[in-house]
């Protein structure tokens, strides 16, 4: 099963993970709506189930509501890689001192999930684990058992992270649920930037 961007964001958000202030949009007029709302800088992102939004055009930055209703309106027309989007999410813009790529996807040749992290971010994941492999961390899992927060310290400490970084799902113990949110929904992860 996939998800679009704005979908994922409710599944994360159901989970007590803190998000970003979002909306969904499906016109530009709606987009400018919901950035006046934000009251800030924000993102425009096509939501549509493919990659290479970022370089396709399909991901575009606003400083106005005005700015972000125009931005949209290009957006909402843009094919990326076959697919038209199904709206726009307009996402406030955070300040990110480093972004990380946590997800979950279903390895369909061993028949069982995958955690998957990387400490170079999620835009082009699958070039980057191509190009990168050693930046790309691996831990596949059982759903029968329950999934601890060991099995994912461990994937993502392979990647030579430790300390604070590595002790943020502790900090965050009751929130850090994902391969179990996913497991019980049968759901797979949406990615997580920190």
Partial sequence: MRFFEYESRAIVAKAGIPVTQHGFATSAAQAGEIAQEIGGPVVIKSQVLTGGRMKAGGVQFADTPDEAASHAGR???????????????????????????????????????????????????????????????????????????????????????????????????DNFQSPEMICSRDRLAPRICQ
């Fill in 75 to 173: 957006v909402l027309a843009l094919e990326i890689g076959g697919h038209m989007p199904r709206g726009v999410l307009v996402d406030s813009r955070a300040a990110v001192e480093h972004e990380y790529y946590a997800g979950v996807v279903w390895d369909g040749l061993r028949k069982r999930p995958v955690m998957l992290f990387s400490d170079m971010g999620g835009i082009d994941i699958e070039e980057v684990a191509q190009e990168h492999p050693g930046h790309v961390a691996r831990g596949h899992f059982s759903t029968r058992t329950e999934f601890s927060e060991w099995q994912a310290k461990q994937v993502i400490s392979s990647l030579g992270i430790s300390g604070s970084l590595l002790h943020w799902p502790s900090a965050r113990r």
